[in-house]
């Protein structure tokens, strides 16, 4: 015979609508007091946009300070400074400039640095860092650099952005021994030095020595935006280095700086032994030298390479026009491969191949 326990699962009911009762509650107050904060905070917003936009409209002295400036915190300059709450306030770049040139006095980053050096909240001392780095403030060098180093992966990052700020040859320093040491950051250090200022390309150059590859590899892709055509030597080395990646951000280098010297170097690595420095030589030529590449980059169709062939086929669709000899010359070949891909830049080019055979051998013929 079964046994029932009525009692016990009216307990158990009532006890879990109890529990769903107080859940429901505080998922209310929860939301309610998130509206109210993010109400303050658009109030708080608007005040400083109406101080501004009052102060500059009465073209009263720009050189002055809002009122209680000293009483701004970190969120709301990067509120203003970013326009990161847009959907509250939007701050054109005019009142931006206003709002940093009174933020930014000693009380305030004297205030803020305290709050970066040693915030117990993890996303307040980010702010902090954020706000230091937007103000460039460059006596916070030393905090971004510890910051920088920190093992909390967040603090590292918001301190690496803020760095980037901070253009100076100091920062480049501190940003390239980052990038050196940790292996896991680099690109995002790259993406960060590849916004400085050209004299950072002193710097960088001093790494294209490392006995790292990978270093090597990120001192030269980096120095390719740079354009450093005074570093063709050191450059024109890399172009041999033992790693395939460091060779094709060389290729990427001459084909940015361009001229005689880089159409010398990267002509030869169109024959590298890794398809990766076939297809940034290819790249490279044609970004350095134009159309006069097409003669050379012709014979790229019939690489044993995909990634080269595709590469090959781009350059030629694009300039279709100096393209035609060539690829009549691959459909009259014997060479299937060659004749195939010859096809195919024609077909996605938009050229009918009979009227183009057709004007070739009336051209040839007259």
Do not use: H
């Not at 001229?259 to 024959?271: R, S």
Request: hydrophobic letters at 45%; aromatic letters at 10%.
């Amino acid at each position: 015979m079964q046994n029932y326990y009525p009692d016990l699962v009216w307990k158990v009911d009532l006890t879990l609508l109890v529990i769903l009762i107080i859940l429901v509650f505080f998922i209310i107050i929860y939301l309610v007091i998130g509206d109210f904060l993010l109400a303050g905070r658009k109030r708080r917003l608007m005040n400083i946009k109406r101080n501004i936009y009052d102060l500059l409209i009465s073209k009263k002295d720009k050189n002055g300070s809002l009122a209680v400036s000293e009483k701004f915190t970190p969120k709301e300059f990067l509120d203003v400074a970013t326009n990161r709450s847009r959907w509250a306030v939007f701050f054109n770049e005019e009142e931006q400039e206003y709002f940093k040139s009174s933020f930014v006095n000693q009380k305030n980053i004297l205030k803020i640095e305290r709050t970066a050096r040693r915030g117990r909240n993890k996303w307040r001392r980010i702010e902090a860092i954020l706000a230091l780095g937007l103000s460039g403030a460059s006596s916070a060098l030393a905090i971004f650099e510890k910051g920088l180093f920190d093992k909390d992966p967040d603090i590292s990052y918001f301190s690496l952005l803020s760095l980037g700020q901070i253009k100076t040859g100091l920062s480049t320093r501190i940003l390239l021994a980052f990038l050196k040491k940790d292996a896991l950051m680099r690109r995002k250090t790259a993406s960060v030095l590849e916004n400085f200022p050209p004299f950072a390309a002193d710097e960088i150059i001093k790494l294209v020595d490392d006995p790292d590859p990978e270093v090597r590899f990120w001192a030269t892709k980096i120095l390719s935006r740079f354009k450093p055509a005074k570093y063709t030597e050191k450059i024109k080395a890399l172009s041999r280095d033992k790693l395939a990646q460091v060779r094709a951000a060389a290729c990427e280098c001459f084909g940015n700086i361009g001229g005689k010297e880089a159409e010398e170097v990267l002509i030869p690595c169109l024959k590298d032994e890794s398809w990766l420095v076939r297809v940034q030589a290819a790249q490279g030529l044609a970004n350095a030298t134009g159309k006069n590449a097409v003669k050379y980059i012709a014979e790229l169709l019939s690489d044993n390479s995909l990634n080269v062939v595709e590469a090959a086929k781009e350059i030629l669709i694009q300039n279709i026009d100096v393209s035609l000899p060539y690829l009549k010359k691959m459909l009259d070949g014997q060479d299937e491969l060659s004749r195939k891909m010859a096809v195919e830049v024609l077909t996605t080019a938009g050229i009918a191949l009979k009227g183009f055979k057709e004007a070739l051998a009336k051209e040839g013929s007259d």
